[in-house]
């Protein structure tokens, strides 16, 4: 095995595995923290793990509750119905997760339209989106109630998101009737990246989800907040969903280890970002976070040769690869994959 994180293998046959930070598992000492856990029943609320998770995410974010759900893309949906109704319209990037790789849950589920615009590379432009807004009022159009935010964003190579534009999208929705949702898939990596409170970030977004089973290593699960009145009703969407848990304080705990001690080290992932870019050809200036893409490969092939020297890596598109740092790896790993892929290049 080449320099894989014996504390926590994110491991496929004992390779480095860069394909995603989806792929982290528990460390040693979350699985205690889970296997201790103080449970109830989540469905009446009745976990205090759970609950306890729930007031610090909320806190954390200054808004006044939370949900706690199994997946980004479930909070990402319910958080896009609490602001928008069916019929009405959701307004994002032509490359954001919440209309590229939810399975048109929008759609299927709530009856609720989208449109996209061309952004450059995943960059907010706040006049682009509010360019394209349709007013409430005009029975000719589809009214659009809300904006959907990715930060970082993904298919944008873990870019975060300029402050100035997310301040003056969220203060124009104000006065606009329009919400704004906030998909925060990684948005702690945003946090540590660019030294913006999660609070401020959370402040300029009507709903918000934010993942913990990322950078953060949580095994399952993310977050929704929202004023208590919203989070009361996504309780209703949540059970509706299917999404109802019982014992669920044994994740919820995986969470608060998560957030206790592996938030900071999140700046470690992009530091061995920008090391594999150095040795990648790759600009070390466009990786901000820790997604690294590498353009203009013969992408199956390199995936596939790279895997027989024990590297995994994600293929974007037939000639894009992806690379995406976590804490399942170590050092040496990157070391290795940098060895390894750059000498296929």
């Avoid at 974007?316 to 750059?342: F, M, Q, Y």
């Amino acid at each position: 095995m080449y320099g894989i994180n014996t504390d926590d293998p994110a491991t496929h046959s004992g390779a480095v595995d860069l394909r995603s930070d989806t792929l982290t598992r528990p460390t040693a000492a979350m699985r205690r923290a889970m296997a201790e856990a103080e449970v109830g029943d989540d469905v009446y609320r009745e976990d205090p793990t759970v609950n306890a998770l729930e007031e610090r995410v909320a806190d954390l974010f200054g808004h006044e509750a939370a949900l706690f759900v199994p997946s980004g893309t479930m909070g990402n949906q319910i958080g896009l119905r609490l602001v928008c109704e069916p019929g009405q319209e959701v307004l994002g990037d032509a490359d954001c997760h919440v209309l590229t790789y939810e399975m048109g849950a929008a759609a299927a589920l709530f009856g609720l339209s989208s449109r996209t615009v061309v952004s450059d590379g995943g960059r907010l432009s706040a006049d682009q989106l509010i360019a394209q807004v349709r007013p409430h009022g005009d029975w000719h159009l589809t009214a659009t109630a809300a904006i959907a935010v990715e930060n970082t964003h993904n298919r944008g190579g873990g870019l975060v998101q300029p402050l100035a534009e997310l301040e003056k999208l969220f203060e124009w929705s104000r006065g606009a009737g329009v919400n704004v949702h906030l998909d925060g898939a990684r948005i702690f990596n945003a946090h540590v990246a660019s030294g913006v409170a999660l609070s401020t970030y959370g402040g300029l977004a009507d709903t918000a989800s934010v993942c913990l089973s990322k950078g953060l290593g949580a095994p399952i699960g993310s977050v929704l907040v929202a004023g208590a009145e919203r989070i009361a009703a996504a309780r209703l969407w949540r059970k509706r969903l299917g999404g109802g848990m019982r014992q669920v304080g044994v994740l919820a705990a995986a969470a608060q280890y998560a957030l206790d001690h592996h938030l900071e080290r999140l700046a470690e992932d992009h530091e061995h970002a920008r090391l594999l870019a150095e040795r990648l050809g790759v600009d070390p200036a466009t990786v901000e976070t820790n997604i690294v893409v590498v353009e203009g490969v013969q992408a199956p092939l390199v995936a596939e040769v790279a895997k027989a020297q024990g590297v995994l890596v994600g293929q974007v598109s037939p000639t894009r690869i992806r690379l995406v740092t976590h804490l399942g790896v170590d050092r040496a790993g990157v070391e290795h994959a940098a060895k390894v892929v750059g000498e296929l290049l």
